[in-house]
């Protein structure tokens, strides 16, 4: 059975510092593994990730993957209270037409 | 359409009765997923539609669940006789495809509250 773990299961930071959230996961066929933002219902795209070692970058945010010890990161730098959310990791199995196997999340929490 | 729609946003209803989710993907997406995500829960996959077919059914958690998509498009996903653990949002994906670089992109879902 796919299994994903996230962690911390939450986090309270002040705007201005940086985290970083960490993915690890089971998969079988594995192809490749995205990061979505929640905030209200609708989870919003971050990052897919499909190569070892290669770090994608969006302004603040940016994340890489580990496929030999089967894990990823999400950093987040100068952190503002707009990126307050749930993260979600989900890798993708290549044995079930693109399914996503989603962890529970890690919930981030940014104080002015 | 600009995105995938959901409807209705919200739900009500009593134990027992049947309920209707309603999905329309993005315009041109073949692939089409539906997620469940409890309080305080990831999201759990439940079905999954290329066109108008359901390879893979195998997150339905019981013959109360159903759901199919016609015309390559809409999706309904029916849920009968209702319980209070069914109580969740609902949350619709689609994908223009299903290989490795295809990113799904979801609805605003639809919050199911079961008395």
């Known amino acids: 059975e796919d299994k994903v773990v996230q962690s911390p299961l939450s986090l309270v930071v002040h705007e201005g510092d940086t985290v970083t959230l960490n993915c690890s996961y089971e998969v079988t066929n594995f192809r490749s593994l995205l990061w979505y933002k929640q905030e209200k219902k609708a989870p919003t795209f971050l990052f897919m990730l499909t190569s070892s070692g290669i770090e994608k970058k969006s302004g603040r945010l940016s994340s890489i993957l580990d496929k030999k010890e089967l894990f990823s990161i999400l950093n987040i730098t100068a952190t503002q209270t707009g990126d307050s959310a749930i993260y979600l990791c989900a890798p993708r199995s290549g044995t079930s037409y693109g399914k996503l196997t989603f962890g529970q999340g890690t919930i981030l929490t940014v104080h002015p | ?115």
């Open chain 2, 1 to 115: 359409g600009a995105g995938v729609s959901q409807s209705p946003s919200n739900k009500v209803t009593e134990k027992g009765k049947d309920v209707e989710l309603r999905c329309d993907p993005i315009s041109g997406h073949t692939a089409l997923y539906w997620y469940r995500q409890s309080l305080g829960q990831g999201l759990e996959f439940l079905i999954y539609f290329q066109g108008n077919s359901a390879p893979d059914k195998s997150g339905l958690p019981s013959d109360r669940f159903s759901a199919e998509r016609t015309g390559g498009s809409v999706s309904t996903l029916t849920i009968q006789r209702t319980q209070q653990e069914d109580s969740a949002v609902y949350l619709c994906a689609s994908s223009q495809g299903t290989g490795p670089g295809e990113t799904q992109y979801f609805g605003p879902g639809t919050r199911l509250l079961v008395l």
